[in-house]
């Protein structure tokens, strides 16, 4: 049976309103199953793209130094995947919880940009973006939602420089302030929502952790059980696309 097809666990829904009705501090870190209603494939599971990919001949420098045309087919056919993708009731509770939260950070580890499409902006992408492009060469970083690229790999325009998918790779590190601002949000909280994420890899995950370990409660959204769902406050056995919308109703 499908997760979507259990019945929404009502005891844990009120606890999660409660803790929704009182907050004023939120910070919220999605992964990339926040965007599977969307039909972007995750990572881990079942159908999960780690299944089917190494990440060390994809998602390293050393294998687009190797190989950067074939990094740039596996990011092309990602962002067609990507650029049709749309965002899902999930992203949209988010702006709306946004709105009426006064202090609000989301932080996602997802590099497709739909939370920004959907309207999110008090918010930072630890691994980047899909659509970013950064060149090698000179630095210069530029926003490209163009699909196909007309030329793989693409070059910089400015000095014909190597360019780069502007996300982060195994073995580099997350925007440093970035990571700062969404673990200290998560410190001072009175609420960290944790949707869609296996929260294995670190440090992004570290941002439930520090919310974990200054003792803040934590609702966790995913159908799954993961290693957070013991030590959180709240675990929704849910699609976050289902659940929070009833949530921020
Ligand atoms: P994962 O693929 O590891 O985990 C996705 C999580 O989403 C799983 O725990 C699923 O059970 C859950 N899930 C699936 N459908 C869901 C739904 N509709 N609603 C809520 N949850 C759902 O993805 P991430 O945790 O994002 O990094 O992975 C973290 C990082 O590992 C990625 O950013 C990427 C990857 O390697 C890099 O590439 C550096």
């Known amino acids: 049976m499908s997760p979507s097809a259990e019945p929404l666990p009502e005891a844990e829904l009120a606890r999660a309103r409660e803790l929704l009705a009182g ?11 926040f965007s599977a209603e969307s039909g ?4 881990r599971g079942p159908q999960g793209l780690w299944r089917q990919f190494r990440p060390e001949e994809l998602a390293t420098p050393e294998a687009f130094a190797r190989d950067p045309r074939l990094v740039w087919e596996w990011y092309e056919w990602r962002r067609g995947l990507v650029a049709q993708a749309r965002p899902n009731p999930g992203h949209e509770a988010l702006v709306r919880l946004e709105a009426r939260v ?5 932080a ?10 959907a309207g999110s902006q008090r918010m930072s992408e630890l691994h980047g973006s899909i659509w970013r492009l950064r060149c090698c060469g000179c630095g210069d970083e530029r926003l490209d939602r163009a699909h196909p690229l007309p030329e793989l790999p693409p070059r910089c325009g400015g000095c014909g420089g190597l360019l780069r998918p502007g996300v982060v790779w195994y073995g580099e590190s ?15 909280c009175d609420l960290a929502i944790v949707a869609g994420t296996s929260a294995v890899v670190y440090p992004a995950a570290g941002v439930a952790t520090a919310a974990l370990q200054a003792g ?3 609702l ?5 059980r993961t290693e957070l769902s013991g030590l959180v406050a709240v675990s929704l056995r849910a699609r976050s696309g289902e659940v929070l919308p009833l949530l921020v109703a």
């Open 23 to 33: 907050a004023r501090r939120v910070v919220v870190l999605t992964g990339a199953g």
């Open 40 to 43: 972007v494939p995750t990572f």
């Open 102 to 106: 006064p202090e609000f950070l989301l």
């Open 108 to 117: 996602t580890q997802n590099v497709d940009g739909l939370h920004q499409l």
């Open 174 to 188: 997350l925007p440093l302030e970035a990571l700062q601002a969404a673990v200290e949000a998560a410190r001072a």
């Open 216 to 218: 803040r409660p934590v």
């Open 220 to 224: 966790e959204i995913n159908p799954e």
